[in-house]
């Protein structure tokens, strides 16, 4: 490394790496910022530095630092235990620690004091509320928390960079996405880990967990049986089941392309879209696009264009191959970025270049949403390109599902909905695009900030009114599809109640 600080050579320090070093120094004028200094020149970003222990001779000295990654922290580490009388006493790990113990737990809405208070929520007097659902099972939704709660379900195949890593390895992921249903739209969501692979098993195991949930979540589960599972429940369930990496990917991502269109001045049925990756999140977005107006849209795998010619019996790529590229292009994702007006990667990290991106026509908008590594370098599309944004947090115009799924299913809940259309989906990306203002739109700003908490209340009021209209819609005769929405009235707690 020589004098050259890690933060240049690999990235920079992220709170993701953050650690606290406990350290005993002599006692000094010197002593703390001789430890400061020597995180620095580690390239280490020092947040706090706190004293928790003094005597005539010694100091004991907590130091927490952002660091880039596990490798650097033990280098920062190092670099302290080099100085003279200085001794590292251990290193926590302030991720780790907000892992301990998970990150949920259950608290009861109801004061349980009380033998009166016992005798209400649980024998004898719970019986009376067994009977009355037994005897009309709507009622579960009013008197149980059905009507609040949603089954975060996983397999742990496809989680987020990290793949196939099963389904206890996926446990803190499905528990973080519980903790930001709460924070963001008040609502109770449990993870449910499974640990099986087989599409028939996972749906027999939701279907039957089903009664005590009013929705269900589908996450990071691999392709292509996320699209299967995702169809039959939908079919078989009558609660709305939705598949976040597919759907509310799509979501966030249709809301900031409509925002970033006003900002170049192009419309939607106008410009070229390239689409790499297929997979789940490119296929929704795909077909959201299309909803919205898009007319040029080609999608790419590694292979390059789908087209006619490329057909394979997949289901889903044929219906992106019916559905777009109505030029016929047949080439690489770089020949098809020649004359291109977005770009929009759902795929890998670094498969193009700032060259690539300058193919693009003027006004180009670029959404390199690979995580952690994005499929351009935002820097070196930002020289050409007018608008670039990722799925990254250390970048403006981050792309983040966390905008989409509270909303929804807020109002999904508070409707009792039975399904999601994709007209249900469009009008989601629609209200959050609109939570930005002409007066703050720019460039760098094309999509809400993840705690904006207009957005979750915007998403929720846009689901429960198109939901509103279907129901009127089916009750006059106007529509011939089934009716999408319960009857029951929003009774659930109010937007924004946990923020």
Not at 142 to 171: E, F, M, S, W
Request: proline letters at 5%.
């Amino acid at each position: 490394m020589g004098d050259t600080p890690r933060s240049s050579q690999h990235g920079l320090p992220s709170p993701s790496y953050t650690i606290t070093l406990r350290v005993e120094v002599p006692a000094s004028q010197r002593a703390t910022s001789t430890l400061v200094h020597a995180v620095a020149e580690a390239g280490g970003a020092v947040m706090g530095v706190d004293i928790v222990h003094s005597s005539t001779t010694a100091l004991t000295v907590d130091v927490t630092c952002d660091t880039v990654d596990a490798e650097h922290g033990e280098q920062v580490r190092e670099s302290l235990d080099r100085l003279e009388g200085v001794r590292v006493l251990k290193m926590s790990d302030s991720t780790f620690l907000m892992h301990l113990g998970g990150k949920l737990e259950v608290n009861p809405k109801v004061p349980l004091k009380t033998r009166r208070d016992l005798s209400r929520a649980y024998t004898p007097g719970v019986a009376r509320v067994c009977l009355a659902i037994a005897d009309n099972p709507e009622d579960a939704r009013r008197l149980t928390i059905k009507r609040n709660t949603v089954a975060v379900v996983t397999d742990g195949t496809a989680v987020l960079g990290l793949g196939d890593i099963g389904p206890a390895a996926a446990l803190p992921v499905m528990e973080g996405k519980a903790a930001l249903f709460k924070q963001f739209a008040g609502v109770d969501a449990w993870p449910v880990c499974l640990d099986t692979k087989d599409t028939d098993e996972i749906i027999a195991i939701v279907k039957a967990l089903a009664p005590a949930y009013g929705g269900v979540n589908l996450e990071d589960i691999s392709a292509p049986r996320c699209f299967e599972i995702e169809a039959r429940l939908r079919e078989e369930l009558d609660i709305p089941v939705f598949h976040d990496d597919q759907h509310g990917t799509a979501i966030v991502v249709l809301a900031a392309l409509i925002n970033a269109l006003k900002v170049v001045g192009k419309s939607m049925a106008d410009v070229r879209i390239a689409v790499s990756g297929v997979g789940a999140a490119g296929s929704a977005i795909i077909k959201l696009l299309l909803a919205q107006g898009a007319r040029h849209v080609v999608g790419f795998d590694r292979r390059g264009s789908l087209h006619e010619g490329v057909r394979n019996g997949d289901a889903h790529r044929d219906w992106i191959i019916e559905h777009t590229n109505p030029e016929g292009f047949a080439g690489s994702l770089q020949d098809g970025l020649e004359g291109a007006d977005v770009f929009i990667g759902v795929s890998a990290g670094n498969i193009l270049t700032g060259a690539d991106i300058a193919r693009m026509n003027d006004g180009a908008i670029v959404f390199a949403l690979a995580n952690p590594t994005p499929e351009v370098d935002p820097i070196a599309a930002g020289e050409t390109a007018a608008v670039v944004a990722t799925g990254r947090s250390d970048y403006p115009n981050q792309i983040n599902n966390v905008l989409a799924f509270p909303g929804l299913f807020r109002g999904l809940l508070d409707v009792g909905a039975t399904e999601i259309s994709d007209e249900l989906l469009r009008v989601a990306a629609v209200a959050i695009a609109e939570v930005v203002s002409d007066d703050e739109l720019n460039p760098a700003f094309i999509i809400p900030g993840v705690f904006d908490s207009r957005v979750a209340e915007a998403v929720a009021e846009a689901v429960r009114s198109e939901s509103e209209q279907h129901l009127a819609s089916t009750r006059s005769g106007t529509d011939d599809r089934a009716a999408l929405y319960a009857t029951e009235p929003a009774t659930g707690p109010a937007v924004g109640s946990a923020l």
